[in-house]
């Protein structure tokens, strides 16, 4: 494309190309400035061939070196390398290609690199050491190590040896990208061409493997260096204390710092720091104090960095006089305590809570060090965190009288903290002032408070806020629309949640495996079971491996829709894949078992947990507690649950209720009672599962008494029945014919709002019928079917005999008719009890209809006899 003064790039007296010497404009031919020109203004083709064609040029290999040097479009470069070549008859020179490939670099394209490679390798030599150095080095620069790696094996290829520090550049920055594997690879290529690795090397490689945690690699690589006759040098000590020790390696650390001076390197000051950050860190802090004395031993001037880690070890460990101690210390020792001591303590104090001993520190601190942007960050932080505004807005005032003023991080710390402390309204004041102070939000900004307000169920704000985001440039993460999608599902809207997840797919945002996690839960959570069953083989197709919470949601899912059968097969391919189950994937699959009648296993699993190293919880002992309950296996559920006792384990009401569940149902009342007993004394309140357990098993036992006792004191402990508790009763005080006092509990549930349920009608219906209450029992059942209920056989067969028997002959053969034509199966007692009053009521062709279906009845039973 050409540029505006009709150059081809040229500007000022240098060229723009990075990729070659400058060349000065009034040093270049008109010939080489010519084609240059035509090349910039007309696209390649065949005219363009004819235009240079006929021009004549000369085409001298420092001609087309010079053009190719001040094209800047890689593509006409490219093919006028290779129009020339085609023109000339002759193979271009090594400098001609040397230049191509400086440009190929400068554009970050490969796009014809193997072809360039390859005629150079026909042509028997090759690219340039300096040439391959920034072949690879401007693919590292720009942050495209995968592309550097493809320039060395392309290089490979063909035969050629790419050069030492092009190595060295790539193993370097595969290492800042955690490519550990590839460096290693690289490292390895390295020898086998010949070169010879050094300390350095090893020392980058070392590094990476251990910051990443595969320290057998780490390990492996040290062996490799003694074996190749290496001496570690302090360097290479003071890496493996640090890497070693971050990944929680402590007494790996200290061998190394012990083994360092055993082979007569005296650990400097970044060795002790390393080591003493280890132990802190670790919570050895004895260790750690030990060796900062040692240091300090016949040291002149203090290590200003070993005391900041030893305040901040002090600090962390709540030894907040002893951090104090170690401040003088430095001050007697001749130096002043940096602003990095002070925000050290000014961290501890703000994780411990103590605010107000924060702020008399930072009023200290003034007469030995000028607190920086970070110091004021971390008391906002505090003061936020505990909703403490008026002080928070005081301190911004002071740090402006200092020259300083809130950044963004200072804007976004604020911002967390208020959605954290639920003042949403005050975090949103802030971030809509935020471009007056001069601040514009980042994605942490936008992604804090879209999660706060979603949290707090003003999702619509959060969605408003979400456009604003990307109408600001700002491109939304995976963090964000996780949020998004859980607090859409989270206040029932579900579709608003689906539409999200669309979005970010059609904005080429690729979700992570948190994300597909969480959204699999929201659909299952919202019953959208299929769904969830797809999410789960999506997370396959997109390329991840389903983890131990994607099995745990899924299992945890399909036991709450009724579906704990299918759990079993999930449980062993979750194994068969290696997951390493964690305490909460323990307790779902339990659960799952214990819900799918597969008590066994999960008292297996149980003990399993155990010998992992994990310790049951609450939950893990009341799924298995309440598994063995149901099937009547008690005396193993409460051999379980005096275990948990022993254990310390705080068990809650729903344990209590599983185990008085159980024995109330196999009528094991006494028991029950005891441990209704114990839970209350614990000072657990029984809650009305609880109590619809223990009465519904003294209605079973015929303790209808002390079930209304129970009924009473459940009553006077505030917890209110329902319409379960009411039907249980209704029904217990009809079986012993207390007809009456059933309908008293009727109309009390029915005063209290509460809507009984068809057991309750059809049992309250027959036990009027039985005691003559007809009127109460046809309006009731008149009632009943208004309200969309369906009366059964038993209560058809209960209304036709009492009717009968308050002799409403019409109506008992209306109720007669209707059970008939709902296809209710009529007692021959109701038939003949039937008959008998229409008889009375001489309603002959009524009874002639009943009389006929006594007699088919006969019939049938006859013939069933027969049979």
């Not at 490219?78 to 129009?83: A, H, L």
């Not at 000072?683 to 008494?705: F, H, M, Q, R």
């Not at 009632?783 to 059964?792: A, H, L, T």
């Not at 109506?811 to 003949?832: H, M, N, P, S, W």
Request: proline share 3%.
């Amino acid at each position: 494309m050409p540029f505006p003064n009709g150059t081809s790039g040229i500007t000022g007296d240098t060229v723009c190309g990075k990729h070659g010497k400058a060349i000065a404009k009034e040093c270049l031919s008109p010939d080489v400035d010519d084609v240059c020109r035509i090349l910039s203004h007309v696209a390649w083709g065949p005219d363009i061939e004819n235009i240079l064609s006929a021009k004549r040029y000369d085409f001298q290999p420092k001609f087309v070196n010079d053009v190719l040097r001040n094209l800047k479009d890689l593509h006409l470069a490219i093919n006028f390398f290779w129009w020339v070549e085609r023109k000339t008859g002759k193979a271009h020179t090594p400098e001609v290609y040397n230049s191509l490939l400086k440009m190929m670099a400068h554009c970050k394209n490969l796009e014809n690199l193997e072809n360039i490679l390859e005629a150079m390798s026909i042509a028997g030599f090759g690219p340039l050491n300096d040439t391959c150095i920034e072949l690879v080095s401007s693919f590292t620069k720009a942050g495209m190590v995968k592309e550097g790696v493809g320039v060395i094996q392309s290089m490979k290829k063909f035969k050629f040896r790419p050069a030492f520090s092009a190595y060295t550049t790539l193993i370097g920055a595969l290492a800042e990208t955690q490519e550990a594997d590839l460096a290693l690879s690289m490292f390895h290529q390295m020898q086998e061409i010949g070169y010879e690795v050094n300390v350095q090397l090893f020392t980058t490689l070392i590094r990476v493997f251990a910051r990443k945690g595969q320290l057998d690699a780490a390990l492996s690589l040290l062996d490799e260096m003694k074996s190749n006759a290496f001496d570690a040098d302090i360097i290479l000590y003071n890496v493996c204390i640090d890497c070693f020790g971050k990944v929680g390696k402590v007494d790996m650390a200290w061998k190394f710092f012990h083994e360092m001076k055993a082979q007569g390197l005296v650990p400097d000051d970044v060795s002790y720091t390393s080591m003493i950050s280890v132990l802190c860190k670790s919570n050895r802090l004895k260790d750690a104090i030990d060796l900062f004395e040692q240091m300090e031993i016949n040291k002149r001037v203090p290590c200003a960095y070993a005391y900041n880690t030893m305040i901040m070890g002090y600090g962390s460990a709540g030894r907040f006089h002893d951090a104090y101690n170690l401040l003088e210390r430095l001050k007697e020792k001749g130096c002043i305590p940096s602003v990095v001591a002070y925000n050290s303590i000014l961290t501890c104090l703000g994780k411990k809570g103590r605010e107000d001993e924060a702020m008399r520190i930072f009023d200290d601190m003034k007469k030995d060090a000028e607190p920086n942007l970070s110091t004021y960050n971390i008391l906002i932080d505090m003061l936020c965190t505990k909703g403490n505004l008026e002080s928070v807005y005081k301190l911004l005032g002071t740090m402006e009288d200092a020259d300083l003023f809130p950044n963004v991080l200072t804007v976004n710390i604020m911002i967390d903290r208020l959605c954290k402390a639920r003042k949403l309204d005050e975090a949103c004041r802030i971030f809509e002032n935020m471009k007056q102070k001069g601040c514009s939000p980042n994605s942490f900004t936008f992604c804090s408070l879209i999660d706060g307000l979603g949290k707090n169920d003003r999702v619509d704000e959060a969605y408003g806020l979400f456009e604003k985001m990307l109408d600001s440039g700002n491109a939304p993460n995976v963090v964000v629309y996780t949020s998004l999608i859980r607090n859409f599902f989270r206040c029932g809207r579900k579709e608003d949640g689906h539409k999200i997840f669309k979005e970010m797919d059609r904005r080429g945002c690729h979700p992570d495996l948190t994300l597909l996690n969480t959204y699999m839960d929201c659909a299952l959570k919202a019953g959208e079971i299929e769904r969830g069953r797809r999410l789960f083989e999506d997370i396959k197709v997109r390329g991840f491996m389903p983890d131990v919470r994607s099995y745990s949601i899924l299992i945890h899912g399909l036991t709450k829709a009724g579906l704990a059968r299918e759990t079993y097969g999930l449980f062993y391919a979750m194994k068969e894949q290696g997951c390493v189950l964690d305490t909460l994937a323990y307790n779902t699959v339990i659960d799952g078992f214990c819900k799918s009648g597969k008590v066994n296993k999960a008292y297996q699993l149980l003990e399993e947990m155990k010998v992992q190293g994990h310790s049951p919880t609450v939950v893990t002992y009341g799924c298995v507690i309440d598994g063995l309950a149901k099937i009547d296996r008690l005396d193993e559920a409460y051999m379980l649950f005096e275990e948990a006792k022993s254990k310390g384990i705080e068990l809650n009401v729903v344990v209590y209720s599983s185990l008085i569940d159980g024995f109330g149902k196999v009528g094991r009342i006494d028991e029950a009672y005891l441990i209704m007993e114990e839970m209350m004394q614990k000072g657990l309140t029984p809650n009305i599962y609880t109590w619809n357990c223990l009465i519904d098993a003294l209605v079973k036992a015929k303790e209808i008494s002390e079930a209304l006792v129970c009924f009473r004191s459940m009553k006077d402990m505030k917890c209110p029945p329902n319409v379960y508790t009411y039907s249980i009763l209704i029904n217990g005080l009809c079986q012993v014919q207390k007809y009456n006092k059933a309908f008293v509990f009727w109309q009390e549930m029915q005063k209290q709002g509460l809507n009984p349920s068809v057991v309750s009608y059809t049992t309250m219906i027959a036990g009027l019928a039985k005691v003559g209450n007809i009127t109460e029992a046809n309006g009731l059942f008149e009632k009943f079917k208004v309200s969309g209920g369906v009366p059964d056989a038993v209560c058809y067969n209960t209304l036709i005999e009492g009717l009968s028997n308050a002799n409403r002959a019409i109506d008992g053969y209306r109720i007669f008719e209707e059970a008939r034509l709902r296809g209710c199966q009529i007692t021959a007692k109701a038939c003949v009890v039937l008959l008998d009053c229409l008889h009375k009521a001489e309603c002959l062709e009524q009874a002639g209809i009943v009389g006929a279906v006594l007699r088919e009845m006969a019939k049938s039973q006859h013939a069933a006899r027969s049979l």
